[in-house]
């Protein structure tokens, strides 16, 4: 029997690793987000601040970061799902306003049983 493993989806590139970020968001556990989430909500380039509006990637993700984090500390720490939401301006080379996004923050156990945070898309498993 063969299991895909979270180590293989961040190899693979369906998860993302929040990195060092997580530390400054008071996260105990290890982050990652999918790679939807990461296209969506965190991913930025000089050509999107050049025909958009000025951002930067690290400034997006920590948007996204303290967002799930504001809302575990309100959940009273008693749901292992939860949805959350969030403004950040659409990757569409238009946009210059910030909109909302739901996102669905999912506390579960890693490869090794670990506790760990994946922050996926609504409609995303």
Same mark, same amino acid.
Request: proline share 4%.
């Given at each position: *029997?063969?299991?895909?493993? /979270?180590?293989?989806?961040? !190899?693979?590139?369906?998860? !993302? +690793?929040?990195? &060092? @970020?997580?530390?400054?968001?008071?996260?105990? %556990?290890? $982050?990652? @987000?999918?790679?939807?989430? %990461?296209?969506?909500?965190?991913?930025? =380039?000089?050509?999107? =601040? +050049?025909?958009? !509006?000025?951002?930067?990637?690290?400034? /997006?993700? %920590?948007?996204v970061l303290? *967002?799930? =984090?504001? +809302?575990?500390?309100? =959940?009273?720490?008693?749901?292992?799902q939860m @949805?959350?939401?969030?403004? /950040? $301006?659409? /990757?569409?080379?238009? &946009?210059?306003?910030?909109?909302?996004?739901?996102?669905? @923050?999912? !506390?579960?156990?890693?490869?090794?049983?670990?506790?760990?945070?994946?922050?996926?898309?609504?409609?995303?498993?």
């Open positions: *029997m063969s299991t895909y493993t /979270r180590a293989q989806a961040i !190899v693979d590139g369906v998860l !993302v +690793e929040a990195g &060092s @970020l997580v530390k400054e968001n008071v996260f105990k %556990w290890p $982050v990652a @987000l999918t790679s939807a989430v %990461w296209a969506d909500c965190v991913a930025w =380039s000089d050509d999107h =601040s +050049e025909n958009q !509006v000025y951002q930067d990637q690290s400034g /997006r993700l %920590w948007d303290y *967002m799930a =984090s504001y +809302e575990i500390r309100n =959940s009273n720490g008693s749901y292992n @949805l959350f939401q969030l403004f /950040r $301006v659409p /990757r569409d080379g238009k &946009s210059t306003e910030a909109e909302i996004v739901t996102l669905k @923050l999912i !506390v579960g156990p890693g490869d090794n049983g670990e506790p760990v945070i994946t922050i996926l898309l609504p409609n995303e498993d």
